[in-house]
C-alpha cells in the first residue's frame, strides 16, 4: 500500500531569527514523501535568502515569492501550489518534533481520518516551557472520531484552540482558504472541524509555539482586530451544518468583541462605531429568528452587553 504525500506550508514574513530552526525541523521529518513549501510573502530582512539556500539544498523544497499580504494569503498560496493528499501549516517561527508527520499520517490513514490533532507547548525565547499553557489539554479524548463532538469537548473543557498548526487534515476538507485578515485561525479551524467526517486527537506534544513580543496574541488589541473578529463570526455563521456548540462559540466571539471594544479609546471606538451597529442589530435578530434552540445563546450574548452598558 503506498503512503500518502504530504505538503507542508509555511508562511514566511520577516522571521530569519527563527526560520533556520523551522525549517531544519522539517526536513528533519521522519516521513520522508513530503514537499516543503516556504512562502514568502515579501520580507524585508535576510528570510528570503535563508528560504533560497534551503531551496537549492533539499529538492522537497518549493519557494513561492509574492509581494506581503499576510499569513492568510500567503497559506492560500501555498495551498494552490500543492500536490499533497494531507496538508500541514507550519507557522515560521515555530518547530514540530521530527515524527510528527509520521505518526500523524499513521493516524489518519489507520482511522481513516480527514483530521488528526495533536498537543503543543509554549516555550520562550531562551527555550523554558511556560507553566500553565494555554494549549496544554488535561482531558483524555482518544475514543472521540466525530469531529463536531471533539469541538463540543474541547470547548466543555476549556481545551479547544483555534490554532491551525495544530491539525493535519486532508486536502478534500479544505472547501475554502484563509481569509485575508488577522484572526483566520479563528475561521479556518471551525470550518475544517465542521466540514471533516472523522478526525483523531493525539495526545503528543508535537508542536513547538515559541513566545515572543510580535505575536499576535501578545499585542494590545485594537479597531483591526475587533474588524477581523467581525469578519471571522460573519464567516462562523454561515457554516451551514452549525449546531448548538458552534453557535455558543459565535456568541462567546461576541461577547470577546465587546469586550475588546469596552478597552478602546474614544478614537478607536469611533472607527468601528459603524460596523459595531451592525453587529449588535445581527445578534438582535438572531436572538428572536433563530432556531429556538438557538436563541438562548444569543440572548445571553445580547443581555451581557446590556449588563455592561456602562462599559460598552
Request: hydrophobic share 35%; proline share 3%; glycine share 6%.
Amino acid at each position: 500500500m503506498s503512503k500518502p504525500s504530504v505538503s507542508i506550508i509555511v508562511p514566511v514574513y520577516n522571521a530569519e531569527r527563527y526560520l533556520e530552526d523551522c525549517i531544519e525541523s522539517l526536513i528533519g521529518q521522519t516521513y520522508r514523501d513530503i514537499e516543503i513549501i516556504l512562502v514568502d510573502d515579501g520580507s524585508t530582512d535576510g528570510s528570503k535568502e535563508i528560504c533560497e539556500r534551503y531551496a537549492v539544498s533539499d529538492s522537497r523544497i518549493k519557494l513561492i515569492h509574492k509581494r506581503n499580504g499576510g499569513a492568510g494569503s500567503a497559506r492560500n498560496s501555498g495551498l494552490a501550489a500543492s500536490k499533497g493528499e494531507y496538508i500541514y501549516f507550519c507557522d515560521s517561527d515555530d518547530t514540530i518534533r521530527p515524527e510528527t508527520i509520521e505518526r500523524s499520517v499513521d493516524a489518519a490513514v489507520s482511522e481513516d481520518a480527514d483530521l488528526v490533532m495533536f498537543g503543543a507547548e509554549t516555550v520562550t525565547g531562551s527555550g523554558d516551557r511556560i507553566t500553565n499553557d494555554p494549549y496544554e489539554k488535561k482531558h483524555d479524548y482518544s475514543s472521540i472520531r466525530d469531529p463536531k463532538a471533539l469541538f463540543t469537548e474541547m470547548k466543555k473543557n476549556d481545551e479547544y484552540a483555534c490554532c491551525v498548526p495544530f491539525l493535519f487534515m486532508r486536502r478534500t476538507v479544505i472547501r475554502s482558504g484563509f481569509i485575508r485578515t488577522i484572526h483566520e485561525d479563528e475561521l479556518f479551524t471551525p470550518q475544517i472541524i465542521y466540514s471533516a467526517r472523522r478526525a483523531v486527537v493525539l495526545p503528543d506534544i508535537f508542536y513547538i509555539r515559541k513566545l515572543h513580543e510580535n505575536s499576535v496574541t501578545t499585542t494590545k488589541k485594537c479597531e483591526k482586530n475587533y474588524l477581523a473578529m467581525l469578519h471571522v463570526i460573519a464567516g462562523l455563521e454561515k457554516i451551514e451544518n452549525k449546531d448548538a456548540t458552534l453557535v455558543s462559540h459565535i456568541c462567546d466571539l461576541y461577547r470577546t468583541i465587546n469586550v475588546m471594544y469596552s478597552g478602546f479609546d474614544e478614537a478607536e471606538k469611533e472607527k468601528v462605531k459603524e460596523k459595531k451597529k451592525k453587529a449588535d442589530k445581527h445578534f438582535i435578530k438572531m436572538m428572536i429568528g433563530s432556531k429556538a434552540e438557538y436563541r438562548k445563546f444569543y440572548r445571553h450574548a445580547v443581555l451581557s452587553k446590556i449588563y455592561h452598558a456602562g462599559k460598552y
